[in-house]
């Protein structure tokens, strides 16, 4: 199997009034290039923080403190990867969005209450396919000008076809400077001598200064009457938005473009947050928690959507869940977390065959099997407060097979089998 | 709306009548010295000894007919008063209120975007000095410091030269605001002359005013950028201009809008300190001079007429709400 994403050792701590929450100890995974990946644990066990650490977008007051995460997407960085948390954030924009996408919890609070569903869904493909969008508008203008004799309105869309070919070649100037940038970064990336070091800085800061347009542009869109043109783009956008919606099976799209969030179902909503992620062909999807607060009827169908969508358009998926039930259903891979820890990672069926870390086994326990008059099983005690976690194995204070040394060490990784690893001292090699 | 304008007009008349018939007759009479034994007639003249409603209604009749009685201060029916003070009020309302509300908005947004660096302390410190200043002490300040000490900025409505202009006969008063009559008649010279004079005002006002945008907008912007829709448009990979100008200020306008609307509806009550120290003949100082010498017609419209302004402003504010939040809209 191919690595697609690595997260090595991440940190990431949350600056609060109360004190420094450590929501991340040193959390490794490993998605491959086309699976499922699932990543389980109760709530604030650190699986949302996780995954918007890998994708850079923790808010304030929360801080990446240490780690890497490395990306294998390009054939040239096979081998080697790109550590992203080094990279500027005009890149981790480039990337957002683009290469790797977010669905996210709660469709209602994700979505922007303002702005209506056909600009927050276009506005992906405004931010990374600009490029196409015009071409399209480009076309479509074309062929009005070869309808219409009218010479005045034929000057008029020449003009606007002028400025939209303006864009194009500042586009076409704008991606080779960054090519270039791109690849003088990857070049010096690694490397620990001080010319080197000095030259990556100075990259770093030419990719984050990057104008996106030349002055033309800018101006041209900038300007009363002349920035009109711009309605032909979104144009496009629109029925690029409306094919894509259709794709999704969201019924009546060319209605539900000019909507806003409130006035749809929560379904349709987290359709809405789908397509937005979906819109660029990601070629990792993170989904987090995408079916919680959904009834079970929308759920199963949110997720025959993204089996459907991994069957076709992306090639992986890390799926965020604290539902055992959903894990088993969609998932390929699953590693399991507690208080920021990473505590057991396995093949679905290893996992729920033969658990290994004490923690998994109690939440399979305390999952309902279905039965009258079932008592369910629980795991004794509570979350730990994150801002003074135990010691050693945060799990210590819970666990059944606590030892001594658990209180004191942290539990390494240990490779079980192959693809079954798990952190915990009860299978140390003596 | 209407029944906000019967109530605010109930309440005016309730007002009047607490006033002894012998003051109000001074409504009715226009310009010549009553003799004691007159007034007596002419309080029967005018009814004022009728029961109330019947006088209310009397009253609200000669409003619609745009008869609003004889104000003493003007020593002029109080319309013609009104059509003498509104301008100058209203020139400065226009040119402080879109100041305090961009300098507002435009504080408010750096100080959520760098929330606890340097610039945010120092718009906080502006925003609580501001707010806490008394309008007359800043008011008196500024003239004293700018006015009497360095002579920079002067103090009422316009130079000599100005009146000068402003009566001859070739100039036309189209509007009777200063700067906007200037620009009609193409005189530059009395449009920097009428600027000139409303500098100290507006930066009076824009001072104050804008401390309360600021704070507002500081508070709602972080409290949008933490929202997790602006988490959607991170992960969509949009920088950091969209998120705050498209994503977050939106959302953080809308108590912006509301407090906005009342402090302009407010700024036209409140310029009676403005006006009165820096002697601009506007409508706070018509009312505040009415005040001191019960002139009872022209204190009831202005009261009346602070209440359309209200009225207004606050359909005005329903719309813009309309606009910025699809939640609010109808169809």
Same mark, same amino acid.
């Given at each position: 199997m191919e690595k697609l994403v690595e997260a090595e050792e991440l940190r990431t701590n949350f600056y609060t009034f109360e004190g420094v929450v450590k929501a991340l100890n040193g959390v490794s995974l490993v998605v491959n290039n086309g699976e499922t990946y699932g990543l389980v644990g109760e709530s604030g066990c650190g699986k949302s923080v996780s995954v918007r650490s890998m994708m850079r977008i923790v808010q304030a007051p929360g801080k990446i403190e240490e780690g890497k995460v490395v990306l294998f997407f390009n054939e040239k960085d096979r081998n080697k990867g790109i550590d992203i948390l080094k990279r500027s954030e005009a890149y981790m924009q480039s990337i957002r969005g683009?290469?790797?996408? *977010? !669905?996210?919890?709660?469709?209602? +609070?994700?979505?922007?209450?303002?702005?209506?569903?056909?600009?927050?869904?276009?506005?992906?493909?405004?931010?990374?396919?600009?490029?196409? *969008? !015009?071409?399209?508008?480009?076309? +479509?203008?074309?062929k009005k000008i070869d309808e219409n004799s009218n010479s005045l309105f034929r000057m008029w869309r020449k003009f606007h076809k002028r400025l939209l070919q303006n864009e194009t070649d500042d586009l076409e100037r704008y991606k080779t400077e960054i090519v270039k940038i791109d690849s003088d970064l990857y070049r010096t990336e690694g490397k620990t001598d001080s010319k080197s070091l000095e030259k990556h800085k100075r990259l770093l800061v030419n990719r984050e200064r990057l104008n996106k347009q030349g002055l033309k542009v800018r101006l041209q869109l900038k300007t009363p009457i002349i920035r009109r043109y711009v309605r032909r783009i979104n144009a496009a956008v629109r029925e690029k938005v409306i094919e894509l919606l259709t794709d999704l099976g969201v019924p009546n799209p060319g209605n539900i473009v000019d909507r806003y969030p409130h006035e749809l179902s929560g379904g349709m909503q987290q359709r809405i947050v789908i397509s937005i992620a979906l819109a660029c062909n990601p070629t990792l999807l993170i989904a987090d928690e995408p079916t919680s607060n959904l009834d079970v009827t929308i759920q199963a169908q949110i997720l025959d959507l993204i089996r459907q969508l991994k069957k076709t358009q992306i090639s992986s998926v890390l799926f965020i869940t604290h539902d055992l039930g959903v894990v088993a259903e969609i998932c390929d891979r699953v590693t399991v977390m507690y208080a920021g820890d990473t505590c057991e990672t396995a093949s679905v069926k290893d996992l729920f065959k033969e658990p290994m870390h004490p923690y998994t086994k109690g939440l399979l326990k305390s999952v309902p099997k279905g039965e009258i008059g079932e008592k369910l099983q629980t795991i004794p005690g509570t979350v730990p407060n994150l801002i003074t976690p135990p010691s050693g194995c945060r799990f210590?204070?819970?666990?059944?097979?606590?030892?001594?040394?658990?209180?004191?060490?942290?539990?390494?990784?240990?490779?079980?089998?192959?693809?079954?690893?798990?952190?915990?001292?009860?299978?140390?090699?003596? | 709306m209407i029944l906000v304008l019967v109530g605010v007009s109930l309440i005016?008349?309730?007002?009047?009548?607490?006033?002894?018939?012998?003051?109000?007759?001074?409504?009715?009479?226009?310009?010549?010295?009553?003799?004691?034994?007159?007034?007596?007639?002419l309080i029967v003249k005018y009814g004022l000894r009728d029961p109330a409603p019947v006088q209310y209604f009397r009253w609200i009749k000669n409003i619609f007919k745009g008869d609003f009685g004889h104000s003493i201060t003007a020593s002029a029916p109080v319309i013609e008063g009104f059509k003498m003070y509104f301008p100058v009020t209203l020139e400065l309302v226009l040119y402080s209120t879109p100041l305090i509300i961009l300098v507002g908005i435009w504080l408010g947004t750096i100080g959520a975007v760098h929330k606890d660096k340097p610039i945010d302390h120092f718009t906080r410190i502006f925003a609580i000095v501001g707010y806490s200043l008394p309008t007359f002490w800043l008011g008196l300040m500024l003239m004293m410091f700018f006015y009497g000490l360095l002579g920079i900025f002067p103090p009422g409505t316009i130079s000599i030269v100005g009146k000068d202009i402003l009566y001859n006969p070739e100039y036309h008063q189209y509007t009777r605001i200063l700067t906007i009559d200037a620009i009609l008649n193409g005189n530059w010279r009395m449009f920097w002359d009428a600027i000139y004079h409303l500098t100290l005002p507006t930066i009076n006002l824009v001072l104050l005013s804008s401390a309360l945008i600021m704070r507002l907008m500081r508070s709602s912007m972080i409290d949008a950028l933490g929202q997790d829709y602006i988490r959607t448009a991170m992960a969509k990979g949009a920088d950091k201009k969209t998120i705050y100008n498209t994503h977050a200020r939106r959302n953080a306008l809308i108590p912006v809008i509301t407090i906005s609307g009342l402090m302009f509806?407010?700024?036209m009550g409140g310029m009676v300190i403005t006006e009165t120290i820096f002697a601009r003949k506007g409508i706070g100082l018509w009312m505040a001079r009415a005040a001191t010498q019960l002139d009872v017609a022209a204190i009831m419209f202005n009261v009346l007429f602070l209440g359309v302004v209200f009225v207004v402003i606050n359909l005005i504010v329903d719309l813009i709400y309309a606009w910025v939040d699809p939640r609010i809209r109808l169809t």
């Open positions: 683009n290469d790797i996408s *977010m !669905i996210f919890q709660e469709a209602g +609070t994700a979505l922007n209450p303002v702005l209506s569903i056909g600009f927050q869904v276009g506005e992906s493909f405004l931010l990374h396919r600009r490029g196409e *969008m !015009i071409k399209l508008a480009v076309k +479509t203008l074309d210590h204070p819970r666990c059944p097979d606590v030892m001594e040394i658990c209180k004191s060490q942290k539990p390494e990784m240990l490779m079980m089998k192959d693809g079954h690893s798990v952190a915990c001292h009860l299978y140390r090699k003596k | 005016v008349f309730a007002i009047m009548m607490l006033i002894p018939e012998g003051q109000r007759v001074a409504i009715y009479v226009t310009g010549e010295k009553i003799r004691n034994e007159q007034i007596d007639s509806a407010g700024l």
